[in-house]
């Protein structure tokens, strides 16, 4: 017997389907509204997106988002590579490292904020684009770590059995064997990774340094200066983007095994 | 099989633990000790002030011009209005989240993986820009409110800048929080289970009572969680849609370290916040303990 015989669920989940997208649409098709004024549509236009590609703090703070996502995220792919790895086997303290590592996961990313900006301040570490590296690789480390595990918790020991029966060294069966296997999970966790710190917006709110803006920190000052069609441009692309990168990390994750 | 030595082991795990213990649970401790000292000096801490717990009184009572302790419900308001909001959209989403999660886990393989995807990519997609997107459907001189406005016989309503305009974009922000542990629930339920119950008399809002929702009882709590804290400590979603008029917690943490500039009190604030949600926490683990004993 199949659940459809709970009534209206497949209408209520239609509703909330509509619920999660109507916004955003509304969004994407704003962006592309030729008036001026962000809520009366004229007619289509690219006239906000060609602004936004000519605009130099816009194009200043996408540059900063992007070499804070690729440096974040690519530190926090290794580290939680190394990480998954170690983890493969059941040892004494095993439990409470998968604490420490998910614990960004659960942490209000406010706390975390306001704390990492008390103790930057209180070493004298420059606030800016090092101390944003430093604080989004700290907690892209468990979206990175989550992909990488379950793929590694899919491979079979037998294959790097067989290689170590054909006298391959621990080093070349990593290499040869492991990585291969395991690279559609990397690839997964470090697109993941990237997204969380592209779209970050409170951590890099509260470690920007003057001149430092990223992406979405320019989004909300430039919304709580008024609502303007540059902003649905920015969104929209932003959006998109993102979109695109976790649709990808999906299919590289059902990569066959 | 591969041999792992406790050295090798080691030398792969500490620099990830030691990355998140040092710029994260470094911070934390810190933050717990200056929230008990002053405010003062260029970086905003006094650090030769005697601690004392005097942020934390600040959060109740007032000192008066003459030195007495009056009552300030300021920021218990605040506090309370947190907890309520989190709640309610903690319900929201249990309300919207179980039929979603129920109807997923009775698709096919290819549907259930299609709409998992389509339910996850909100999640990933930035929540600024998905609360700024409720900013441009509710505001004034939209079509939505126009449209509200012509129907309401209340006379114009303001849609915008107020608790309804936050629990929508708090229950859409965090809505795949509740979903996805519970479908991690449904896709593992014997269907069959129901039939028993239908065979032996039940109604179907009884078998949902009785054999549905204990067997729901982890993914809702994990559901409950995942809502309730993010909730807790929301910043983006009042500051954009509450509109400076509906505060929470969040945003008076950030004015103590923006316009305030009182950093101590605003790390008592997030002490506060942390101790709620580990509060909460430990009563949903114990409540859960007691469901499945």
Redesign the interface.
């Known amino acids: 017997?199949?659940?459809?015989?709970?009534?209206?669920?497949?209408e209520?989940?239609l509703a909330?389907?509509a619920?999660?997208?109507?916004?955003?649409i509304?969004?994407i098709a704003?962006s592309f509204n030729a008036n001026r004024t962000?809520?009366?549509w004229t007619h289509a236009s690219l006239d906000w997106y060609g602004r936004i590609l000519i605009n130099p703090s816009i194009r200043a703070a996408a540059w900063n988002s992007l070499v804070l996502a690729v440096c974040a995220a690519t530190a926090a792919t290794i580290?939680?590579l190394?990480?998954a790895?170690?983890?493969?086997?059941a040892?004494l303290g095993r439990g409470a490292?998968e604490t420490?590592?998910n614990?960004?996961l659960?942490?209000?990313?406010?706390?975390?904020a306001?704390?990492?900006?008390?103790?930057f301040?209180?070493v004298g570490v420059q606030l800016g684009l090092g101390a944003m590296i430093?604080?989004h690789?700290?907690?892209c480390?468990p979206f990175a770590?989550l992909p990488i595990r379950a793929r590694l918790e899919g491979i079979s020991?037998s294959y790097?059995?067989a290689a170590?029966d054909l006298y391959a060294n621990?080093f070349r069966?990593f290499r040869r064997v492991t990585m291969p296997l395991l690279w559609p999970g990397v690839m997964a966790g470090f697109t993941?990774a990237f997204?969380?710190s592209l779209?970050d917006?409170?951590t890099s709110f509260?470690l920007a340094g003057p001149g430092t803006t990223t992406l979405?920190v320019y989004?909300?000052s430039a919304?709580r200066a008024g609502?303007t069609p540059e902003?649905?441009a920015i969104?929209a692309v932003?959006?998109i983007v993102?979109?695109l990168?976790?649709?990808l990390s999906?299919f590289l994750g059902?990569l066959r095994r | 099989m591969t041999h792992q030595s406790t050295l090798r082991r080691s030398l792969l795990l500490a620099p990830s633990l030691a990355v998140i213990l040092v710029l994260i649970g470094l911070p934390l401790c810190l933050m717990g000790w200056i929230s008990f000292l002053q405010k003062g000096g260029s970086a905003g801490v006094d650090w030769n002030s005697a601690p004392s717990a005097a942020n934390y009184v600040r959060l109740v009572w007032e000192e008066d011009f003459d030195g007495t302790m009056i009552l300030n419900t300021s920021y218990l308001v605040i506090f309370l209005r947190s907890v309520a909001q989190a709640a309610v959209t903690m319900l929201l989403s249990l309300l919207l989240g179980l039929p979603v999660a129920l109807w997923i886990a009775s698709l096919s393989r290819t549907g259930r993986d299609i709409m998992l995807l389509l339910i996850t990519i909100p999640f990933w997609t930035n929540l600024l820009v998905r609360n700024y997107a409720w900013l441009i459907i509710l505001r004034e001189d939209g079509w939505v409110a126009q449209a509200v406005n012509a129907l309401s016989p209340f006379g114009p309503v303001q849609l915008l800048y107020n608790d309804v305009a936050v629990a929508i974009g708090l229950t859409y922000s965090f809505l795949p929080f509740m979903i996805l542990p519970l479908y991690t629930v449904f896709e593992k339920f014997h269907w069959r289970l129901l039939d028993a119950a239908h065979d032996l008399g039940a109604t179907r809002a009884r078998a949902l009572r009785r054999v549905v929702l204990p067997i729901a009882t982890p993914g809702i709590v994990a559901g409950c969680l995942l809502v309730f804290i993010p909730c807790l400590g929301a910043f983006v979603t009042p500051a954009l849609l509450g509109g400076g008029k509906t505060l929470m917690l969040g945003n008076i943490i950030q004015m103590q370290f923006g316009a305030s500039r009182n950093w101590p009190f605003g790390a008592a604030l997030s002490v506060v916040l942390l101790a709620v949600m580990l509060i909460v926490m430990t009563g949903m683990a114990l409540w859960r303990n007691r469901r499945t004993a």
């Open positions: 017997m199949s659940p459809k015989r709970f009534p209206f669920t497949r209520i989940s909330v389907l619920y999660l997208y109507v916004p955003v509304v969004l704003y962000a809520t009366v580290l939680a190394m990480a790895l170690a983890m493969r086997r040892f490292s420490v590592l614990a960004p659960i942490l209000p990313e406010i706390v975390v306001v704390a990492t900006l008390l103790l301040v209180s430093a604080a690789t700290a907690f480390i770590y020991a790097e059995e170590f621990r069966t993941l997204v969380t779209d917006f409170l509260f979405p989004i909300f919304i609502i902003i649905n969104s932003m959006l993102s979109v990168l976790v649709s999906f059902r």
